[in-house]
């Protein structure tokens, strides 16, 4: 069974199965798991009573097979700790005479930049909404190899964003 809420104006949390939450974006996809401390896990028989959301703030409570209440408060702020960025391509390379091209993605959250494959940047910083980055010099010829990841300040990793592929010639 699985109960969807409606949390502050950015997030859908939904929960499959006792004492655990999944974070969805309001498209319905994925971006986190939310599992509350373990000083009051429920047993099987219990499980996640209520869930509700008051004024930036997640409010669970949750029963053990002795249908003791267990209730949480959570700041938007924490539930955001557990969202990992998402990135997607807003401008792809194609053909380029310029050896240090520019590539643009998005980024649902601000964090570290890694690459891998053949490019890299000297810019490490992403920022929410589009990102403009001027990758290294680059020799002539085809790059199918680039890829991209943010990690966000509570270390969470986005998923890989693979660069189209793109060619220099100059």
Same mark, same amino acid.
């Given at each position: ?7 502050? %104006? ?9 004492h655990? $939450?999944? =974070? ?6 994925? $971006?986190? %798991? ?9 047993s ?6 209520? =869930? ?30 557990y ?5 997607? %391509?807003?401008k ?8 240090t ?10 964090g570290? =930049? ?18 403009? =980055? ?22 969470? %990793?986005?998923?890989?964003l ?9």
């Amino acid at each position: 069974n699985t109960a969807k809420i409606g949390l502050f %104006e950015d997030y859908i949390i939904t929960s499959v199965k006792d004492h655990f $939450l999944f =974070i969805h974006d309001m498209n319905g996809n994925k $971006l986190g %798991e939310f599992s509350p401390p373990t000083s009051n896990v429920v047993s099987a028989n219990g499980g996640i009573q209520k =869930i509700e959301s008051h004024n930036q703030h997640l409010f669970m409570c949750n029963s053990d097979h002795f249908s003791f209440i267990y209730c949480n408060l959570y700041s938007k702020s924490k539930v955001e700790s557990y969202v990992k960025p998402i990135l997607k %391509e807003m401008k792809s390379i194609g053909l380029t005479n310029d050896s240090t091209p520019q590539y643009t993605f998005s980024s649902t959250k601000a964090g570290t =930049i890694q690459f891998s494959g053949a490019c890299s940047s000297d810019n490490t910083t992403a920022v929410v909404d589009n990102n403009t =980055i001027t990758f290294k010099q680059l020799n002539d010829g085809t790059y199918s190899d680039c890829s991209i990841k943010v990690t966000d300040g509570f270390g969470n %990793e986005s998923n890989t964003l693979s660069v189209s592929s793109f060619s220099v010639d100059t």
